[in-house]
Nanobody, 123 residues
Framework: QVKLVESGGGLVQAGGSLRLSCAAS????????MGWFRQAPGKEREFVAA????????DIADSVQGRFTIARDEAKHTLTLRMSSLKPEDTGGYYC????????????????WGQGTQVTVSS
């Protein structure tokens, strides 16, 4: 069982930066693929970024490539998402997720989800 708690969302002007954090509980954190997803009002939840466990690769959605960075701290059991050059279209609820499946960016492959943190980017 994995419990995920996000923090760090807020209101920011376009061009600004935010750092999201996800605190994970569970003894097998290092083996899970950890990801960030987002959901705008009226839209489906979409993949943002993910990083596999045990020093594996990370993946970033094309829409945020070059602006967002994902990282995990195995010792602290945390996942972070650094967001810069934010745009109004980045607005939405951001969710931390975990899966034992391995490298994947499919929403349906993730078994554990946090409650989400809101990011609002004003123009």
């Amino acid at each position: 069982q994995v419990k995920l708690v996000e923090s760090g969302g807020g209101l920011v002007q376009a061009g600004g930066s935010l750092r999201l954090s996800c605190a994970a509980s569970g003894r097998t954190f290092s083996t899970y693929t950890m990801g960030w997803f987002r959901q705008a009002p009226g839209k489906e939840r979409e993949f943002v970024a993910a990083v596999t466990g045990l020093g594996g690769p990370s993946d970033i959605a094309d829409s945020v490539q070059g602006r967002f960075t994902i990282a995990r701290d195995e010792a602290k059991h945390t996942l972070t998402l650094r967001m810069s050059s934010l745009k109004p279209e980045d607005t939405g609820g951001y969710y931390c997720a975990a899966t034992a499946v391995g490298r994947t960016w499919y929403t349906s492959s993730y078994d554990y989800w946090g409650q989400g943190t809101q990011v609002t980017v004003s123009s």
